[in-house]
C-alpha cells in the first residue's frame, strides 16, 4: 500500500515539474528555428546595414543591453515610450546620451515583415547588441533566446540596479554582483569605455573649478578643449572620444588608457587604480584575448538576466508600446 502512495505522489511531483517547465522554459540556443529561421540572419542584416549608414548605431546597441538587462529583467522594459500614467527609462537622467532607438523599430519592421509577431522586442535587442559587438571589432558571441517582452517601464526603480560612473567601486561590484558578474567580468564590461564618446556634462566635475589632479596632464589639454564650459548645455554635441586611439574599434587599448591615467570618469581611474579590480585591468591590458574572454563570458551572463519565458510577457508589435497601447 505504502508503495502505491508514494508511487502516486511521484507522478503528481514529475506532473508539476513538467508543467512547471513548460510555464517557465528556459533561454535556448536558436529559439526560433522553427518558428522564424531567418530571424537571427535578418537581425544581423539589419544591424550591418544600420552600421553603414551610422556607425554610432553600434554603441547604441551594445549600451542597450547594459540598460535593459541590468534592470531587474532582460526584457526591453527600455524601448518603452513614457504615457501619461509611466514615465520611460529611456526618458531618465540615467539614460542621458542614449539613442538610436528609432532603428531597433526598423529592425523589428524588417523582421515582422517575415515572421509577424513571433520574435520578441527583447531579443532583438540582445542580438543587434551581440552583432553590434562584432562590428565594433569584438568577438561573435553566441547567445541564447526565447525572452517575451515586459509591459511596463522600470523607470521608479532604476536607481536601485544601475550602477553610476561617479559611485564607489565597492557599489559598483555589488551592483554586478547582484546579477551574477564577478570582478574580472566588471572590469571586461566596462572595457565598453573603448568604443564610444563621454558627454562633457559627465566630466567637468573632473575639470571644474579645478582639474582633477590625478588626471594625466597630458590629456587635459584635449578634454579642456572638448569641454569649455564648467556648466554645458546639455543638448549641445560636446563631449570627448572615449579612445582617442582607436574610437570605433572595441578593444583592450582602454586597460592601457586608464592605467595612463587618462580615463576619462571617475569608474574607469577607480578601475585602474582599486585592489579588488587593478590586477584584471593589468591582465586585460596585455591580453586582448582575454579581455574577449571576459567580456563575453559576462555579456551572456548579463543577457541572461531574469528574463520573461513562457506565458509571462508578450511578443510587442512594435517595440516602443506594449500590445494594450497599440
Known amino acids: 500500500m505504502a508503495s502505491k502512495h508514494i508511487f502516486f505522489f511521484a507522478i503528481l511531483f514529475f506532473s508539476a515539474v513538467s508543467v512547471f517547465a513548460e510555464e517557465n522554459p528556459s533561454l535556448v540556443m536558436d529559439y526560433y528555428k522553427d518558428t522564424c529561421p531567418q530571424a537571427e540572419e535578418i537581425i544581423k542584416e539589419q544591424v550591418k546595414l544600420l552600421y553603414k549608414r551610422h556607425k554610432n548605431t553600434a554603441f547604441s546597441w551594445l549600451r542597450n543591453i547594459f540598460h535593459d538587462c541590468f534592470v531587474e529583467s532582460c526584457d526591453a522594459s527600455l524601448l518603452l515610450d513614457s504615457t501619461r500614467r509611466m514615465l520611460s527609462e529611456k526618458e531618465t537622467d540615467r539614460s542621458f546620451g542614449m539613442r538610436n532607438f528609432r532603428y531597433i523599430e526598423t529592425i523589428k519592421e524588417a523582421v515582422e515583415r517575415e515572421c509577424p509577431g513571433v520574435v520578441s522586442c527583447a531579443d532583438i535587442l540582445v542580438l543587434s547588441g551581440r552583432d553590434g559587438i562584432v562590428a565594433l571589432g569584438g568577438p561573435h558571441i553566441p547567445l541564447k533566446t526565447g525572452r517575451r517582452d515586459?509591459?511596463?517601464?522600470?523607470?521608479?526603480?532604476?536607481?536601485?540596479?544601475?550602477?553610476?560612473?561617479?559611485?564607489?567601486?565597492?557599489?559598483?561590484?555589488?551592483?554586478?554582483?547582484?546579477?551574477?558578474?564577478?570582478?574580472?567580468?566588471?572590469?571586461?564590461?566596462?572595457?565598453?569605455?573603448?568604443?564610444?564618446?563621454?558627454?562633457?556634462?559627465?566630466?567637468?566635475?573632473?575639470?571644474?573649478?579645478?582639474?582633477?589632479?590625478?588626471?594625466?596632464?597630458?590629456?587635459?589639454?584635449?578634454?579642456?578643449?572638448?569641454?569649455?564650459?564648467?556648466?554645458?548645455?546639455?543638448?549641445?554635441?560636446?563631449?570627448?572620444?572615449?579612445?582617442?586611439?582607436?574610437?570605433?574599434?572595441?578593444?583592450?587599448?582602454?586597460?592601457?588608457?586608464?592605467?595612463?591615467?587618462?580615463?576619462?570618469?571617475?569608474?574607469?581611474?577607480?578601475?585602474?587604480?582599486?585592489?579588488?579590480?587593478?590586477?584584471?585591468?593589468?591582465?586585460?591590458?596585455?591580453?586582448?584575448?582575454?579581455?574577449?574572454?571576459?567580456?563575453?563570458?559576462?555579456?551572456?551572463i548579463l543577457s541572461e538576466n531574469n528574463p520573461l519565458t513562457g506565458t509571462k510577457g508578450e511578443i510587442r508589435k512594435q517595440c516602443n508600446l506594449s500590445n494594450k497601447l497599440h
Do not use: W
Open 150 to 300: 515586459g509591459r511596463k517601464s522600470r523607470a521608479d526603480i532604476l536607481e536601485q540596479h544601475l550602477p553610476d560612473h561617479n559611485e564607489s567601486m565597492s557599489v559598483v561590484l555589488e551592483r554586478f554582483a547582484n546579477i551574477g558578474i564577478n570582478t574580472p567580468g566588471v572590469v571586461a564590461l566596462l572595457g565598453s569605455h573603448s568604443v564610444g564618446r563621454t558627454h562633457c556634462v559627465k566630466l567637468v566635475h573632473r575639470l571644474y573649478p579645478e582639474v582633477d589632479p590625478q588626471l594625466n596632464p597630458e590629456h587635459v589639454p584635449h578634454m579642456l578643449k572638448k569641454c569649455p564650459d564648467p556648466i554645458p548645455d546639455p543638448k549641445a554635441v560636446q563631449y570627448v572620444r572615449n579612445d582617442r586611439g582607436t574610437p570605433m574599434v572595441l578593444d583592450n587599448n582602454y586597460y592601457r588608457n586608464i592605467l595612463d591615467n587618462k580615463g576619462l570618469m571617475l569608474v574607469d581611474h577607480q578601475l585602474a587604480m582599486d585592489k579588488r579590480t587593478k590586477p584584471y585591468v593589468k591582465k586585460m591590458a596585455k591580453s586582448q584575448n582575454y579581455f574577449f574572454k571576459e567580456f563575453a563570458r559576462a555579456i551572456t
